[in-house]
Structures are given as C-alpha cells and as structure tokens.
C-alpha cells in the first residue's frame, strides 16, 4: 500500500522529471533549426532540474510522515484519491517552495 500513496503524491514529479528528459533527448533529433534545438534542450533541463529539485525537497517529507505515522498516514493519503492530488500537484509545489 504504501508504494501505491508513494507513487500517487511523487509520480507528477518522476513524469516531469521524465518529460525533461525526453525533450532534452529529442531535441538533437531537429536538425532544421539549431535554435529551436536549443530551445528544446534547454526547456527539457530545466524541467529535469525542477522536478528533481521539488522530489528532493518532498522525498524526506514524505519519509518522515510514513515513519512517524505509519499505515494512518498513508491510508489518509489514499482516502484523498488519486485525482484530488494530480490536480494539486503544483499547489504542493508551491506549498513547500518549489518554483
């Protein structure tokens, strides 16, 4: 259970994490434009470094509530459901400092 709580609040920021690095990854692949190339690359890394930045900053977070509370911090996570918090991914980004 807990891998599922742990994945439904940290997965938005694994898949930007991920997007970043598809983007920085495709952006070779446009050989028409050196600029937009540059553009693509540039957008993909900054998205890897925001979405590693905010699942530094939410990882410990997150361990210190599962070992202070345990199984009722989790339930409580997943009582709240999946689409209540893919909604707010970015207010708890922004709850914590994470631009």
Known sequence: MGIDADNLILRPFREVVQQ???A???SG???ED??????????????????ER???RLQPIWDHQVT???AAFIDAILAHGESS???SALDISTLIGVR
């Open 85 to 87: 918090f893919s909604e």
């Open 54 to 56: 905010a699942l530094k």
């Open 68 to 70: 202070t509370f345990g």
């Open 34 to 51: 050196p600029g937009l190339s540059e553009q693509m690359a540039e957008a993909g890394q900054a998205l890897v470094r925001e979405g």
């Open 29 to 31: 692949l446009s050989t």
């Open 20 to 22: 970043g690095q598809n």
């Open 24 to 26: 920085v990854s495709k």
